[in-house]
């Protein structure tokens, strides 16, 4: 089990925006898993794993690709209070699931 989150690499977030756009969609995606998933993945370490997207596109296409196959996700927009303008598509988690079903989708992005 794992959950990998994807951060976008083109709108130029400064280390500390990045890793709270992170933690964000970490958060948001776990609100929406089940509970025995949640559990299984807590049992294993709670693997998470962060990888780049180049575009919002990027982020778009892989959010709609994880709904389809029923895998819970959190897309954050940031809210504009300090380096981006409000709405900003930053993140997306993915998981907890298994680690089959995310690198399906998540298996060719490069590590952050």
Do not use: C
Not at 45 to 61: A, F, H, M, P
């Amino acid at each position: 089990m794992k959950q990998v989150i994807a951060a976008r690499t083109d709108i130029g977030m400064g280390k500390g925006k990045l890793a709270a756009q992170v933690a964000h969609a970490a958060l948001n995606a776990y609100e929406f898993a089940d509970d025995r998933a949640v559990r299984q993945w807590k049992d294993e370490g709670q693997t998470k794993v962060v990888v780049k997207v180049g575009s919002e596109r990027e982020l778009y296409e892989l959010s709609e690709e994880a709904k389809r196959k029923g895998l819970p996700t959190g897309l954050i927009s940031d809210a504009g209070r300090t380096q981006l303008e409000p709405g900003t598509p930053t993140a997306l988690a993915i998981g907890p699931a298994p680690d089959a079903d995310v690198d399906q989708i998540t298996g060719d992005l490069s590590l952050f």
